[in-house]
């Protein structure tokens, strides 16, 4: 009787153990949990409520409801810096990706000081922006830079890098994928790591080329780092505030000038604080949309 007494009882403290130990580690997360909240929650709460006012930076000003909401989506500025922004989020996400499925690639093969040459890809990335920035300005910016003093030696007129739209352009875009492609190596590196060889080895006995096995086995196995490393790359373009204004400044005639620079310009150069804050809100909508379309598209992935 002792022991069939005792037999539900040790079956009860079993089931009770479980949730004992989710109970501990809510309490243990619980002050962690809160203090990201506090951190988190209340700026977001005080930028959504300043982007429905009409203040500045030292006055909360009135309510204006969806005003400057309105007023920024009429505002050709604002289509300006989001065709901008788009077309340095795409050059930025696809081309660092390609410039780091390459090395890569490249590296998983048996070159000579295969270390060293991978030490020394990853410095751009490495170097703080506001060196790489320098360096490039020292490049491009007058012309009697190097580049633009090769250009004339070459016989291809003296370009203004900095000066004129389109190159401006062309500079701020491919300076980011520059310093982002050590980025892009590293994940597309993890990726390619954990694909067996094995796959490989049975793709060349079946005939496989070397084009097929690219095609059908490592796009398909990198698929889910691949999104992964688009959403990050996506956010950090998007959000790239260093890169551009110490480049270009955002000229020339804000030609270069993309949503978070334009959001800063309106803040703290203009002191608008409601239209500039409404500018990064909308920012931040477009990129949980596309944060999400591409983690889809992860959960679709098979491998």
């Known amino acids: 009787m002792t022991i069939t007494a005792a037999y539900p009882k040790t079956e009860a403290t079993r089931a009770r153990k479980p949730r004992r130990a989710r109970r501990m580690l809510l309490w243990l997360v619980a002050p962690s949990l809160v203090l990201l909240l506090l951190i988190n929650a209340y700026p977001l709460v005080y930028a959504a409520l300043q982007s429905v006012r009409d203040g500045s930076l030292i006055n909360a000003g009135d309510y204006v409801g969806l005003e400057n909401y309105r007023a920024t989506l009429t505002s050709p500025a604002f289509w300006r810096s989001v065709q901008f922004t788009l077309i340095f989020t795409v050059v930025g996400v696809f081309g660092s990706w390609l410039g780091g499925l390459g090395l890569a690639l490249l590296l998983r093969t048996r070159i000579p000081g295969r270390t060293v040459f991978k030490t020394l890809l990853l410095l751009p990335w490495v170097v703080p922006v506001v060196v790489s920035s320098t360096a490039w300005n020292w490049l491009v910016a007058t012309p009697q830079s190097p580049l633009p003093s090769l250009a004339e030696a070459l016989g291809l007129g003296s370009p203004l890098f900095l000066a004129d739209p389109v190159l401006a352009k062309i500079t701020v875009c491919v300076f980011k994928v520059w310093i982002s492609v050590p980025f892009m190596m590293m994940l597309v590196g993890a990726a390619l790591a954990g694909v067996d060889g094995a796959v490989y080895e049975a793709a060349e006995v079946d005939g496989a080329t070397r084009w097929q096995q690219f095609r059908h086995i490592t796009l398909p196995m990198i698929s889910r780092s691949t999104y992964i490393s688009w959403i990050l790359m996506t956010i ?9 204004f110490l480049l270009t400044g955002g000229g020339p005639v804000d030609a270069t000038t993309s949503l ?10 203009n002191f608008q604080v409601g239209p500039g804050v409404a500018i990064a809100f909308l920012m931040t909508a477009s990129l949980v949309v596309v944060s999400v379309a591409l983690y889809r598209q992860i959960r679709k992935a098979h491998v």
């Open 236 to 244: 950090f373009c998007v959000n790239d505030f260093p890169t551009i």
């Open 260 to 269: 978070v620079v334009l959001s800063y310009r309106t803040v703290f150069q």
